[in-house]
C-alpha cells in the first residue's frame, strides 16, 4: 500500500531555511504528481507545491517565490526546500499525490519563531 514518509522538519527563526523531504513507497512514483500540503492549528489542510511529471511546479500565493518543490524519481523523493520562513509558515507539512490519496503520513512539524 501507499506509505509516504516527510522528514526534515524543526524550529527555525524567521528568515530561516529548512529542506523537507518525502519517501514515497506503493505507487509508481515516477508516473504521479506530488504536492506538500500543510496544516495550521485549527484550519484546513492546504496544497501548497506541486509538481507533474514533466517536473512542472506550481505554488501558492502565499510561498511563491520562497519555497522550491523537486522531485529525484531513482530516490522517489520529493523535496520542498523553504526559504526565508515566516511565523505564518508555522504548520504540519505533509506530502502525498496531486490529488492525494487517502492516505496520508505523519508529516513533519515545521515551527518559525523567534
Known amino acids: 500500500q501507499v506509505q509516504l514518509v516527510e522528514s526534515g522538519g524543526g524550529l527555525v527563526q524567521p528568515g530561516g531555511s529548512l529542506r523537507l523531504a518525502c519517501a514515497a513507497s506503493g505507487m509508481l512514483f515516477s508516473i504521479t504528481a506530488m504536492g506538500w500540503y500543510r496544516q495550521a492549528p485549527g484550519k484546513q489542510r492546504d496544497l501548497v507545491a506541486a509538481?507533474?511529471?514533466?517536473?512542472?511546479?506550481n505554488y501558492a500565493d502565499s510561498v511563491k517565490g520562497r519555497f522550491t518543490i523537486s522531485r529525484d524519481n531513482a530516490k522517489r523523493t520529493v523535496y520542498l526546500q523553504m526559504n526565508s520562513l515566516k511565523p505564518e509558515d508555522t504548520a504540519v507539512y505533509y506530502c502525498?499525490?496531486?490529488?492525494?490519496?487517502?492516505?496520508w503520513g505523519q508529516g513533519t512539524q515545521v515551527t518559525v519563531s523567534s
Open positions: 502525498n499525490s496531486d490529488p492525494p490519496y487517502g492516505v
Open positions: 509538481i507533474n511529471i514533466r517536473r512542472t511546479t
